[in-house]
């Protein structure tokens, strides 16, 4: 039996300036086919490398409100939140706490070759009680 999606977490790591957003966009498109509402999440490190930064989870909200400004999610249902932490363990709290139907993440590290998928990416799929779809980056070789 099918179950319905009512919630999507998506966790973008806005911490590279180059980065490869797909599991974003195909958590937009997944939203969208289901009716679902997307849950954008970022994970703030505890201790910033940039000293300058002295309120990190402002400092990303910000980042997080202007990555929706540059990608919009049209005809989505959007609410975003950023959590302070390893990143691995946050995105399952969030889950459990939100009760979400299913992860979007992208999977970190493609071209190390020991590894199927990156170890955030292996503690959720692991540990999360929804379903998790990861999305491999166009790199992979």
Known sequence: MRRDTQLIL???NLR???ANFNAYDEAVAMA???GAKLLLATIAPEMERNLNVHDSVAYWTQQLR???AEHPADGVALETVVRTGAVHRQIVKLASERNVDVIVME?????VQDYLLGTTA???VTHARCSVFVVRGQDVT
């Open 10 to 12: 998506c966790p973008v």
């Open 16 to 18: 590279h300036a180059k």
């Open 32 to 34: 969208k086919r289901r």
């Open 66 to 68: 202007t990555f929706v």
């Open 107 to 111: 999977s970190a590290n493609p071209k």
């Open 122 to 124: 292996s503690h959720v």
